[in-house]
């Protein structure tokens, strides 16, 4: 494993473009396998919740956290339902340094995703959880915090 450069906001275009989805082929690989172990890495070593594949330079639908849980990978994911309460937190994001911003998120929400070994997930998740899912998958579509 090893650490990699976290892309950042006004320096690194593909923090601004949509990542392409994972590919039923690229699961499994050797390539896939260390490009998550090295995001694990690169999140804990800057202290981050969650960090996102274009986070690393990489355009690909993926993203690492770490809630309190210990460390999981989400390939593909998307958010299938959203409730109709939202609340507004202070984020920070590894790729905006030093910037904080009040982001309204839906509280409770509904995710498909993939595991690094391709197998289909579908989960729950509300609170904090649900508030990191959202900030990494708007990761994958360009959207960074200072957009909001
Ligand atoms: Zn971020």
Excluded: W
Aim: aromatic share 4%; proline share 3%.
């Amino acid at each position: 494993m090893s650490t990699r450069r976290v892309t950042i906001v006004d320096k690194d275009p593909i923090l601004r473009q949509k990542a392409r989805a994972v590919q039923p082929e690229e699961f499994g690989s050797a390539e896939l396998n260390r490009l998550a172990e090295d995001m694990i890495e690169t999140m804990y070593a800057t202290d981050g919740v969650g960090l996102a594949a274009p986070q690393v330079n990489v355009g690909l639908r993926l993203f690492a956290m770490d809630t309190g849980d210990g460390p999981a990978v989400l390939v593909n994911p998307k958010v299938t339902a959203r409730s109709k309460k939202t609340a507004v937190e202070t984020e920070g994001c590894l790729s905006c340094t030093g910037q904080e911003v009040k982001v309204e998120r839906f509280r409770d929400i509904a995710v498909a995703a993939q595991t690094l070994d391709g197998q289909k997930i579908n989960f729950t998740a509300k609170d904090f959880l649900a508030r990191v899912i959202q900030h990494e998958t708007d990761h994958l579509n360009g959207i960074l915090i200072v957009d909001k």
